[in-house]
């Protein structure tokens, strides 16, 4: 769940030591799913709970955005045993041992957070898309507390101007790009799901042709919302910073300093990026290692 929020302030992934709640789009109607888990750490169980359509339709769509959001279908196996031939990758896989790579519930909106976040700190980038979902996406079900609104789809941005983004705080490039990148997605000029089989120097470049999307947001986009696993975002300075502290590095890394380092640890330098974040968090107090998890 933490790879999934990153920062406490996040309202969209919601989570109380406990209980994961989200508020999604299931066809035209928005659901509010609600995620608990028991059992230890290796043999997990998890209980959904949907308020508002509840058809089987819908029961399936949950099911598989959940595999998608949470990652529960991605076998680790492979990358334990990458990790167990290096000491310290090792150490850190086996300290979140059970960790699943999340990815957004869609490319829009991985997009939307690459962009949101660019040039920005995390705290910051994750306050505006907070007030992005709560002023333009849709009541749930329960009432209509603001806090609880799905992200706002392709089309919910489509039809928004410049100027409502610029109050949230989005500054003129970023709001130009957004709704841009939204249209094309409605007038079907681009249809993300389907880059789904490109290759990642093809699908990057792709990417790199929408507006306010540079190589940090495309790299951010193939692992976050394409779940390519293989891709650490090179330009993303705070994982650069953790991956120079983890490995006690003296002088600060480049973009292609940092892709020569992860090559050892291919095709899984994504989950690096991600236990890294991890640790991060771990020394802020906010998780515990999955050993004192039990």
Known sequence: MWALRRRTLNRVDRWDGRTYQRTVFAGNSAVEITVTQAGSTDDPRLHVDVEGETAEATRRFIRNLLNRV??????LAPFYQVAAKDRRLNDLASRFRGMRPPRFPTIFEALVNGIACQQLSLEAGLSLLNRLAASHG?????????????FPRPWDMAS???????ALGFSRSKGTAIIEIARAIERRDIVLDQLESLDDGTLQARLDELRGVGRWTAE???????????????????????????????????????KSILRKWQPYSGLVYLHLLLKSL??????RASAELG
């Open 70 to 75: 949470l990652g529960l279908d991605i076998d």
């Open 138 to 150: 849709r009541a749930p079900p329960s009432g209509g507390e603001a806090n609880k609104a799905p």
């Open 160 to 166: 928004t101007s410049l100027e409502s983004l610029r």
């Open 220 to 258: 951010y986009v193939l692992l976050r919302g394409y779940g390519r696993l293989n891709v650490f975002p090179g330009d993303d300075v705070g994982a650069r910073n953790g991956l120079e502290r983890w490995l006690g590095l003296r002088k600060p890394l480049d973009y292609q300093h940092t």
């Open 282 to 287: 771990y020394e802020k107090g906010l998780i």
